[in-house]
């Protein structure tokens, strides 16, 4: 929709073609030192959202490969750090856990599905020009569902920091709550709070100390930013040394296979690709509006643009991508992409990067990973999932705007309660709902001037002068099927109680758009004036809809009612030398 | 949504003790003149439009009693006619041609399930104060949804003109088509022929005759409405008196049961229920936004108000009152509410007493009834209907607005296509999605100053003053959910060409409306213009926009920028003197 100055055929598709060619050592330099940061914290993250949709680590580092690459190539953000997310991870293991889906017995493969599915959808969207449409999720019911599924995060996760064992049939289930808390597991409770402890320190007291020790800047940036991944190989060192996933029974990644993902694509199961694509619809959506949401952050900062349906075809690739190469769905992930653009990433050169150190270490190190307690990789989501929970914030939208304080609520009590699809499509039906609701009732007054000078103003917020014979009514919303009607009873309200009127001047100064029916209603009222002996006229029009309305029987059955250009002209014509009436 | 002044308790309720207590005996003259007229065409409407929804003609006659005589205690119109009327018609009979329904084996007893849900659902429409919310049914849907139903109504008509026999099956399915066209009966046709020769001899010649001859004003109305009932009675006596249904198997009405309604309530069978409450839904809203729609329109030509929520429930209680009185789905008809307003009507007494002549005729002329031809009615009907069709209509309105005339085009060919409700739905949806697909393009204007004047105009219409230090963007919409991304990037779009800019002014004159998205894109805009050395103000902001953004942080974080409350006070303040930039 506004793709920057004349990009033109491949620049259009490879936006990277915009900035490659002007890249310097400079902008190297900084952006092997995002990169850097950036995959530390791309390693545990990519195993954490894996184990959080309930798949095998290898699922989220294959996405953190080459998924972050393809996007590079094609998304219109420079910052923007694609890969596994914790709220589309959560999506994922709703999904997954339905048991339609679980009938199946391969978590791994349904993933790849989705992420195909998802990538259809992304393009599809993309091909529709469907960038702006996608807006109908506002940021109230963004946030409430952003809430509620950072709740049930948390939720699933305690069991990797509380009990023992294997992935069980817990996730976002309450009811067992009772259960798990019993059963808890002391040595894999002390490693979860370990991590928890470990993570609160590199986050808050660790940058602060540093600062004061006068470190060279860029290496205390590094050490703040490395948090996770020390506390999670600390994890694996522990276990490895004393054992405990032997003797403590504490839960571990196991076995990540070693080398990089082959190509492949996903098994063409009709029926499973049916049942899939429902949750694909959602995950499209909510990867979409955060990962846009995430882009446009970055790039205001800096002055630079992001074109919604390129980003749509760009992340729509980089989940196809992921499907082939044994990935998971992908998305924009917020706190990477704060990192990354705080490191001081200068283009997306600094996800190539980070992606490349991470199928490095993949492919050297997979047998690190194997000891890593799952107790440790919960902490790191939980650290990482609380800021996004943002319960308090709803009394303020309610107070500001009480049908979006109720889409809020809903939508975040809808998450938890009804499920993750429910709560989101709770919230996009209310917000319409109230949208259309509003729309219906539109602000309309009765307007004359401020003596002395040309404005005219609403008579119940200003003194102003007003006339007997003309009554000027201002329509403060375009002329639609959705409000005609109370157009019509407000008009026909006013001149009932104004006997001595002879003319009716409908200001269109915030009208822009008139449809079939605000014409046909605009005819009718002008008819039924006529026959009340009352002339209709019209004045500010703008440009676009006096295009419109020319060719229509509207201006052509006018006369002797007129267009006036400015209300001064109205009042001047219409209204006969006299005092005024007050 | 807007009663006349004041109306308090009993009378809120039953309006007709407005006009009651004013009723004088000139009025009275002029009500039953007009009376007599409706009656006599309510008569063969009643029986035709019962047939047309494949129900016994009582049900039509019933349904033309008890429901006006609510109607004129509880409506707010004094000319609306209430009864059967033929959109209705074949939207029941659709509702009872379902195998479901069918396997009952008693259309009648599922006309009055009908009718009892219809009721019950405009009554909560009506609690819910949902009278202007029906307004998504646009003026192009609902013309597209009327020439389909009268096409469809034409259609199922037609078999009763060609063919003998009792009702066949073809109702709505074009597929018969042919083995109608080939088993038509003579003696039949010819009736269906002379039927409708002579209702357009009363139509269009006759009136014109009388009037040639000084007859008595009122009894050439008299005459020139009679049409029906003579055509119908003329039909009834060639049948008697030649027997042609037993020589020439011509099917006729046959026995009518004499007497009045029983009172009673319709068979309690949950699940007939549950199957006709998708259809009741429908027909509710048809009825409401047809019989508002018509009110309206006779109304606003006596200066005289329609309060849409008191609608709601009068045609509920007199769709209640249908289904215990043995009638059928009532709505206000159009050509009857003409008829009866033409005739001279003053008030609902006119209902009333036309009404009470029905039931008399009932009463005592019930035999008269029984050998009326169906194609005599099914000419009744046709005549009626045709005008109904409108598709020459869609190509103004497309030339109007595209995205309506595909709706109206969509919605006419969905009805005939795939059926009546579904059409009718496809249309809505349409009109939805093109609503939201507008409202998030707004129209957004960059303007500068007319010389020597204090207006502000679009640069890209009127030659203007523009400033390099100053941008004034003026956005045409409320600032909602469903267009603040478009509203940033244009902002950020035009930032970027004009390097000299220290000042955004964001001219609020047509904004009425500020949700908590647009409210958090705002904060966004002056945080993002700020890193950028741009101060964001805002002018013209009308009263009920200030009152919100004044309890935001928007106005506590907008220092150095500020409000103003012209367009010429920010560029007084804003522009330093010098020469402008042309």
Same mark, same amino acid.
């Given at each position: ?61 294959? +996405? ?5 690459? $393809?996007?590079? $190539? ?127 320190? $590199? ?47 504490? %839960? ?122 799952? +107790? ?19 009394? %303020? ?20 309660? $009804? ?164």
């Amino acid at each position: 929709m506004n793709p920057p100055a004349n990009p033109r055929g491949l620049e259009q598709v490879f936006p990277i073609l915009r900035w490659a060619k002007h890249y310097s050592r400079d902008d190297l330099g900084s952006d092997v030192f995002a990169g850097i940061i950036t995959a530390i914290l791309l390693i545990p993250q990519g195993i954490a959202y894996a184990m959080l949709a309930g798949l095998p680590p290898q699922a989220g580092l294959y +996405a953190s490969i080459l998924p972050p690459m $393809f996007y590079a $190539f094609m998304g219109t953000s420079r910052t923007l750090s694609v890969g596994p997310v914790s709220v589309a991870a959560i999506m994922i293991a709703s999904a997954l856990s339905a048991p339609e889906i679980r009938s199946f017995q391969d978590p791994a493969g349904s993933a790849l599905v989705l992420a195909a599915e998802t990538g259809l959808i992304l393009a599809l969207m993309s091909w529709l020009r469907m960038g702006l449409l996608v807006n109908f999720i506002s940021h109230p019911v963004l946030r409430g569902f952003t809430s509620g599924a950072a709740l049930l995060i948390i939720f699933s996760q305690s069991n990797h920091i509380l009990k023992a064992g294997d992935w069980n049939e817990c996730t976002l289930d309450f009811h067992c709550l009772p259960a798990l808390l019993q059963a808890y597991q002391p040595v894999t409770l002390l490693i979860g709070l370990l991590s928890i402890a470990g993570l609160l320190l $590199f986050a808050g007291p660790l940058p602060k100390l540093l600062a004061h020790c006068n470190l060279d800047n860029s290496l205390a940036t590094a050490i703040g930013r490395s948090g996770a991944l020390i506390v999670v190989l600390f994890g694996a060192l522990a276990v490895e040394t004393l054992d405990l996933d032997q003797n403590a029974a504490v %839960a571990i990644v196991g076995a990540v296979p070693s080398g990089l993902p082959g190509l492949g694509f996903p098994l063409l199961e009709p029926e499973r690709w049916r049942l899939l694509l429902a949750p694909a619809v959602v995950i499209a959506l909510i990867a979409y509006v955060e990962s846009v949401a995430i882009a446009k952050v970055t790039a205001n900062l800096r002055r630079q643009r992001i074109d919604p349906n390129q980003e749509l075809l760009a992340l729509g690739a980089a989940n196809m991508i992921a499907s082939v190469s044994g990935g998971m769905p992908v998305a924009g992930g917020f706190s990477r992409t704060m990192v990354n653009f705080s490191a001081g990433a200068v283009t997306q050169a600094a996800s190539i990067i980070a992606a490349s150190l991470l199928a490095l270490s993949v492919f050297f190190f997979a047998d690190l990973l194997t000891t890593i307690p799952k +107790a440790s990789l919960a902490a790191v989501i939980l650290v990482a999932i609380i800021p996004l929970i943002k319960v308090r914030g709803i009394a %303020a939208t309610f107070r500001f705007d009480r049908n979006d304080g109720i889409a809020e609520l809903s939508t975040f009590l809808g998450v938890i309660i $009804f499920g993750i699809e429910e709560g989101l499509m709770l919230g996009i039906s209310l917000t319409l709902m109230s949208y259309l609701w509003r729309s219906s009732r539109p602000h309309i007054a009765v307007v004359g001037q401020i003596p002395g000078t040309e404005h005219f103003r609403n008579v119940q917020r200003h003194s102003v002068t007003t006339w007997a014979e003309l009554l000027m009514i201002r329509i403060d919303e375009n002329l639609t099927f959705a409000n005609t009607s109370k157009v019509e009873d407000f008009i026909y309200g006013k001149i009932a109680k104004q006997p001595r009127i002879q003319h009716v001047a409908l200001v269109f100064s915030s009208v822009s758009h008139v449809d079939a029916t605000g014409l046909e209603s605009l005819v009718q009222i002008m008819e039924s004036l006529r026959i009340n002996q009352i002339t209709l006229h019209l004045t500010e029009v703008k440009g676009p809809v006096m295009d419109k309305l020319k060719q229509s029987e509207l201006v052509a059955g006018l006369a002797p009612g007129k267009i006036y250009f400015r209300n001064q002209d109205a009042v001047s014509d219409l209204v006969s030398p006299g005092p005024p009436l007050g």
